[in-house]
């Protein structure tokens, strides 16, 4: 296994967690009523470098440290928050994955994102990029007893079965455009490999090539099936749907691009880097598509010594 096949804890833990894991509920707020003057005291008192603005509960903006700062500036007379506030706000969904939120952050730069609930828009506490790295640190405490239980046990349900060819498959059944479910079968599939006692680098990247691979059938189909079939060596995951297919199978295995539609980027999904993360995770990736007809995509990923060695398969 080449170098940049190792998948860490952290990489694991941002596709697995949701935004919502990882916000501070407690925030601080203020209206767009408040003086601006009043700010400096909020802010520092506090210890933050900005908060959202709630008017009758519902989010208008968000204001910060920067926006202060200017305003200091400037020496503009005394206002109200609701003439230096962002209104434009870009926000996170609680239920949204954390990679996506990490992709929001690394392209936007920004410093800090509300957080609402998908279906009534209602505030529910902010996100910072600390606030992720907390997030993380502390699921990996939680979680890193119960891995070393698993890390170096053999796939003990393979060595008990008497026979020349062994296999397990599974299936799972993915609805399109369901992203309250998003991830679902990834994290179902993640459960029955640490079961089976395969080494926690090989889940990863089995983990994360699903997960991939089940979003762009939530995406741009309206559903298919995810076959892993699990061999005490060999893992295969098959991804099959019936839609629309891929004219280009060339472009879309270029970094960044994306044919979601814009409805679909604003839910946080579609940066274009699904099947460029499958690739980093696969010993061998076979992907065809035929326009009107559909799309499969199959995943070779090698259990051998902890996942250390390639495998090699005719296409």
């Not at 900005?50 to 005394?78: C, H, M, N, Y």
């Amino acid at each position: 296994m080449t170098q940049d096949k190792k998948i860490t804890k952290i990489q694991e833990l941002v596709y697995e967690m949701k935004v919502g894991d990882v916000m501070q509920k407690n925030v601080i707020t203020v209206s767009s009523q408040t003086p601006m003057n009043k700010l400096r005291e909020i802010l520092r008192e506090n210890r933050i470098s900005g908060t959202p603005v709630i008017d009758r509960g519902k989010l208008v903006g968000i204001i910060s440290l920067e926006d202060f700062i200017k305003w200091l500036a400037d020496r503009e007379q005394d206002c109200v928050i609701g003439d230096k506030m962002t209104r434009d706000v870009r926000t996170f969904y609680d239920d949204e994955p954390l990679v996506q939120a990490v992709s929001k952050f690394e392209q936007s730069g920004f410093g800090r994102f509300p957080v609402i609930n998908r279906q009534d828009g209602k505030p529910l506490g902010i996100v910072t990029k600390r606030d992720i790295i907390e997030g993380l640190l502390k699921k990996m405490e939680i979680d890193y007893h119960e891995e070393e239980i698993h890390r170096y046990r053999a796939s003990h349900i393979f060595e008990d079965i008497v026979a020349d060819e062994t296999a397990l498959l599974l299936q799972y059944d993915v609805m399109g455009h369901d992203f309250k479910r998003a991830g679902e079968s990834a994290s179902r599939l993640k459960a029955t490999l640490r079961r089976l006692g395969l080494h926690p680098q090989i889940i990863r990247r089995v983990t994360i090539a699903t997960y991939e691979a089940e979003m762009n059938l939530i995406i741009y189909t309206d559903g298919g099936k995810i076959l892993v079939r699990v061999e005490p060596a060999d893992i295969l995951v098959e991804v099959m749907d019936s839609g629309p297919g891929i004219a280009d199978v060339k472009k879309v295995l270029q970094p960044g691009y994306s044919t979601a539609p814009e409805w679909v980027r604003d839910l946080g999904f579609g940066a274009g880097m699904g099947l460029n993360n499958i690739q980093k995770c696969a010993d061998k990736m076979d992907f065809t598509s035929v326009v009107g007809k559909g799309t499969s995509l199959k995943i070779y990923i090698s259990s051998r010594n902890g996942g250390a060695s390639e495998i090699k398969r005719n296409s």
